[in-house]
């Protein structure tokens, strides 16, 4: 069946610097979307992916779908405390969507 | 408000004591879908439904099941639960046409 996979399952990062959390499919996907779950909260939907290569920005979060469909990439340029959370990629097969495990960020004052 | 209910948020519940937990959405949507959060696992999909009387199994459906008789209800009912069903569970709702669920308030379930 079709698994996510994500990494790093945890990120601590300083104030001010830029990290990277990738996705990986074992399957080609329809789409890609990506949710962000504060502690204690609940996923909140941040964007969607589609096209092959896609790239899309939202303020310092740039997001990124591969070539074959398979992998997506979130890069947060000068990280901030208001970035702490767990941020879920989650592939669309035919009709289910499957998460990946997560990427949990710290950050460093 | 737009926005996805569910109850209880929280429920401590003994071995085999029939429980339901309840999820509804006002926002016409047809899609929902119900999830389980556990510690390095993410979100494991439970079961999922189109539409009304159209259900089907996600990823870890064992021990659950769920109807959908009206638009705007998805019940999750646990028929005798078990302590490995212990989990923080989310319903979802999305509309057909626009793209990403929007999530409840979760319901951290106990069973001891």
């Known amino acids: 069946g079709q698994q996510v996979m994500q990494i790093p399952q945890y990120q601590h990062v300083q104030e001010g610097e830029d990290f990277t959390t990738y996705c990986n499919s074992s399957t080609t996907l329809s789409n890609i979307q990506w949710y962000k779950q504060r502690p204690g909260g609940h996923p909140v939907f941040l964007i969607q992916l589609v096209k092959s290569g896609e790239v899309k920005k939202q303020k310092r979060l740039t997001f990124q779908f591969g ?38 960020v710290t950050v460093r004052a | 408000e737009a926005q996805v209910t569910q109850n209880p948020r929280y429920l401590i519940t003994v071995t085999g004591k029939k429980l339901t937990v309840t ?4 926002m016409n949507h047809e899609y929902m879908s119900w999830y389980r959060q556990d510690p390095g696992l993410g979100l494991r999909q439970i079961y999922y439904s189109m539409n009304v009387e159209v259900t089907d199994k996600g990823d870890v459906p064992e021990g659950y099941k769920v109807s959908r008789k009206e638009k705007r209800n998805f019940p ?4 005798s639960p ?3 069903q212990t989990s923080l569970y989310f319903c979802a709702s999305k509309d057909r046409e626009r793209y990403g669920y929007t999530f409840g308030s979760g319901t951290r379930l106990t069973v001891v």
């Open chain 2, 82 to 84: 078990s302590p490995n």
């Open chain 1, 67 to 104: 070539e074959a469909k398979k992998n997506s990439s979130l890069h947060i340029t000068a990280t901030q405390t208001t970035d702490v959370g767990t941020y879920f990629c989650a592939g669309q097969g035919d009709y289910k969507l499957s998460f990946g495990a997560g990427t949990t």
């Open chain 2, 23 to 26: 999820c509804s959405q006002n």
């Open chain 2, 76 to 79: 999750l009912i646990l028929e």
